[in-house]
């Protein structure tokens, strides 16, 4: 019995308010960008297709619970810079709610559940979630300090989803839609670090942003922007099934261009990726893009 009640208080008791804690420590405003799994299925035509949406759905599941376990895993490596910030250290490891040996015991069952549903589902899968683990891991422990390098990843992370998707259905991805993701999620990625250099002050700025500059990010972002719109033109010619999909090109120009704009001319509303979730015309542009899509894919 003293051998028990030695034991008993360093085992972690949850507090008032720590199962939300949790929950927050995931994420869950996050998850919409795991939908990408559902690219694939969509731009072939059978997303209708029962088998094809079930495959993508266990796929949308395992990136979802693996993600939610990065976080985890990086709040707890990042607890010492989040609590200086002034939002950052209002998340639950940084605020104390959720203790960082509960945070990584988290991760390492969230991340678990994700490579059991993607390896049950198709070894394809569960090798692109083992995959975006293992460089999300890298990113969180070194590589988010390597400028360009950081942004590489984040791109890579947003790659996976749709090739998993693809893997989980069985589906053939044209190369060209391969092209357009990853340039469209470093355009993202650019735009992100131009806003935090523009607004945030130095003591509060990320390490690797010390490699950037203004001047080099507003030309990386010009650069990108007109690739990812050439990539995407070139899919809808020459990649993709449906011989009408450039119809929905100027959906795409007008998006490019609202994200330019909310880049360059309302940075001082806050970051893009927050602005984008938020925008009337931006929201309604990708919800019209998607329609277009599902319509001139099913021939509706």
Not at 136 to 150: E, F, G, Q
């Amino acid at each position: 019995m003293p051998v028990v009640a030695q034991l008993v208080p360093r085992i972690p008791v949850l507090r008032k308010g720590t199962l939300w804690a949790f929950v927050r420590l995931m994420r869950p405003v996050h998850w919409g960008k795991n939908f990408l799994v559902f690219a694939a299925p969509l731009f072939a035509g059978r997303v209708l297709d029962p088998w094809t949406f079930q495959a993508a759905a266990k796929a949308f599941a395992a990136f979802t619970l693996a993600a939610s376990a990065v976080y985890a895993c990086n709040d707890v490596l990042d607890v010492r810079a989040d609590r200086r910030h002034p939002v950052k250290r209002n998340r639950p490891v940084a605020a104390g709610v959720v203790s960082p040996a509960q945070a990584l015991a988290l991760a390492g069952i969230l991340a678990a559940g994700a490579l059991s549903i993607a390896f049950a589902a198709r070894t394809g899968l569960g090798v692109a979630v083992g995959l975006y683990l293992a460089f999300c891991l890298a990113y969180s422990v070194r590589l988010k300090y390597i400028p360009l390098v950081d942004i590489m990843v984040i791109a890579f992370g947003f790659v996976a989803r749709p090739v998993g998707g693809a893997l989980a259905a069985g589906i053939v991805m044209s190369p060209w839609f391969l092209v357009c993701v990853p340039l469209l999620s470093l355009l993202l990625a650019a735009g992100k670090r131009r806003h935090e250099i523009l607004i945030l002050p130095e003591e509060e700025r990320r390490e690797v942003l010390a490699g950037y500059s203004q001047a080099l990010l507003d030309q990386m972002v010009a650069m990108l922007s007109a690739a990812t719109l050439l990539a995407y033109l070139l899919y809808t010619m020459e990649g993709s099934s449906a011989k009408a999909l450039y119809l929905t090109a100027p959906l795409v120009v007008y998006g490019l261009f609202r994200y330019l704009y909310l880049v360059y001319l309302q940075s001082n509303r806050g970051s893009p990726e927050e602005l984008m979730l938020k925008d009337p015309p931006l929201l309604a542009t990708v919800g019209l893009w998607v329609v277009a899509v599902f319509a001139l894919v099913h021939k509706w």
